[in-house]
Nanobody, 124 residues
Framework: QVQLVESGGGLVQAGDSLRLSCAAS????????VAWFRQAPGKEREFVAV????????SYADSVKGRFTISKDNVKNTVFLQMNSLKPEDTAVYYC?????????????????WGQGTQVTVSS
């Protein structure tokens, strides 16, 4: 079993930055791909970013490309999401998710492990 715990959310102003963390524990050896998703009130969950096990490959949603950076520390089993130039439309609950496959998937139903989420609120 794998447990994921997100942290780092908060209330910020437009243009500010935040760094989210996702700490993995348990059977972390089965994890090959980790992604961030988000869900705003009244909206469907959407893909944000994904990173490969080595950290060498990443992919981003067009809405965050150039502003967000996903990275990882394999020693600490932690994945980060650096969010810069935040906008009010980035307001959402951000979830970390992990899967066993190698594909850098943006489909939430392909991820078996999920964290509890962390709230990010960006005021204008």
């Amino acid at each position: 079993q794998v447990q994921l715990v997100e942290s780092g959310g908060g209330l910020v102003q437009a243009g500010d930055s935040l760094r989210l963390s996702c700490a993995a524990s348990g059977s972390t050896g089965v994890i090959l791909t980790v992604a961030w998703f988000r869900q705003a009130p009244g909206k469907e969950r959407e893909f944000v970013a994904v990173i490969s096990r080595s950290g060498a490959s990443t992919s981003y949603a067009d809405s965050v490309k150039g502003r967000f950076t996903i990275s990882k520390d394999n020693v600490k089993n932690t994945v980060f999401l650096q969010m810069n130039s935040l906008k009010p439309e980035d307001t959402a609950v951000y979830y970390c998710a992990a899967r066993r496959g190698l594909l850098l998937s943006g489909r939430g139903n392909e991820y078996a492990y999920w964290g509890q989420g962390t709230q990010v609120t960006v005021s204008s």
